[in-house]
């Protein structure tokens, strides 16, 4: 027990905050079901699935993500005669009231393709939500760091064969990131050009970063492989509505002709949710992003002058009632620092701080010993 304390001043503490990263690729073969959907579990609700990373009734499965599929009250999708309509609204409602928040009505707000939650904008009213779990993101996810690859084409088997596919990606949140949301801040996801090696400007999603949800609209699947537009023109390539590919969700729901899009409302409006995901699952081929653990820490500087600490309060420093350390009475006294006690003001014994070797104190030397506590 020490019979010696040294008060800290304010230069002897400092706070930091240090940002760890860690890279998580989910391979498509994990999302469309390689343990012949035994690592995909429905619910008897049927509002959303969970997807797994080994069969979910193993004991050494880890979730990994939930899928759901909604859309607005306001949406045209949303006819009493919807399969599930209540639950596709009631779903879409749940995640704008935590992620979008109210205005001041007090009305739920619907999500807003550039951020403008309160000045309006273009609404994603027909919407898939990709929520990650805690497990995988940590604190957040990485800002710019997001990327997705999904097909788009009418072709959509696990082993993706000649799918049309596009990718997804944050590309620039780092800067230009919203951080008007009840559940913290947000990017866009933008389509990623390969042909101008740039990206479209018209955000297809959002992702929240601490949240580690995505949000997904709907209509990014009336977006073909690259090709001509509607006017002939291949340079500018992968719009919503540039490409006519025959892109749907199940071969029962085939037969809209080259309507892209109404394929996929129609999946939605006569699909179940369950149904919707599926085919959402089946057409993701990659999703990779970098998570982030916060650690904060407190830093003490513990200064040990040339005067202090030149004796030890262990009852084995003496023996005989002299300094085991003399030979004789001009000796200098030496001690051997091994470990350091942090005290609270009534002086308890709060942490314990070890050193790697002891280290030698004599009057001629004086030590800082940096200690660092992480939570």
């Known amino acids: 027990m020490a019979s010696v304390y040294k008060s800290f001043t304010n230069s002897d503490i400092i706070s930091t905050r240090t940002q760890l990263h860690e890279a998580i690729p989910l391979t498509g073969t994990i999302v469309s079901g390689t343990y012949s959907e035994n690592n995909i579990k429905n619910y008897s609700h049927g509002m959303f699935q969970s997807v797994y990373d080994y069969p979910y009734l193993s004991s050494s499965s880890n979730h990994i993500f939930d899928i759901a599929v909604g859309y607005s009250n306001n949406s045209n999708l949303s006819a009493s005669t919807a399969t599930q309509n209540a639950k596709k ?48 993101v940590k604190d957040e996810i990485k800002k710019g760091s997001y990327s997705m690859i999904v097909a788009t084409g009418s072709t959509y088997a696990h082993g993706f064969d000649g799918a049309a596919e596009i990718t997804l990606s944050d590309s620039g949140s780092i800067t230009s990131y919203k951080s008007n949301s009840p559940a913290g801040e947000y990017g866009f996801l933008y389509v990623e050009d390969t042909l ?27 977006s073909g492989s690259v090709g001509a537009d509607a006017g002939g023109d291949t340079s500018d390539h992968q719009g919503l509505a540039d490409v006519a590919a025959d892109a ?23 699909g179940s949710i369950s149904g919707s995901c599926n085919g959402l699952r089946n057409r993701i081929k990659n999703i990779q992003f970098n998570n982030t653990t916060e650690l904060h820490s407190t830093i003490y500087f513990c200064r ?14 003496l023996t005989a009632s002299k300094l085991r350390v003399k030979q004789k009475s001009t000796d200098k006294p030496v001690s051997y620092v091994t470990g350091i006690g942090l005290y609270s003001q009534q002086n308890e014994l709060l942490a314990v701080a070890k050193l790697s070797e002891p280290l030698k104190k004599t009057p001629v030397n004086e030590l800082t010993l940096r200690v660092r506590l992480d939570y």
């Not at 040990?304 to 420093?317: G, L, M, R, V």
């Open 89 to 136: 609204i009631n779903m879409y409602n749940q995640m704008a009231q935590v992620l979008v928040g109210h205005d001041e009505t007090g009305a739920i707000r619907e999500f807003d393709e550039d951020g403008n939650i309160i000045a309006g904008g273009t609404k994603m009213k027909e919407v898939f939500f990709i929520n990650f779990s805690r497990l995988l």
């Open 196 to 222: 101008d090696v740039g990206r479209d400007e018209v955000p297809v999603g959002l992702i929240y970063y601490q949240a580690g949800i995505c949000v997904l609209t709907a209509s990014v699947f009336a």
């Open 248 to 270: 749907y969700f199940g071969s029962a729901l085939a037969g809209d002709g080259n309507d892209a899009y109404a394929t996929v409302r129609k999946s939605l409006v006569s």
């Open 304 to 317: 040990i002058n040339h005067n202090e600490y030149n004796y030890s309060a262990n009852p084995t420093y």
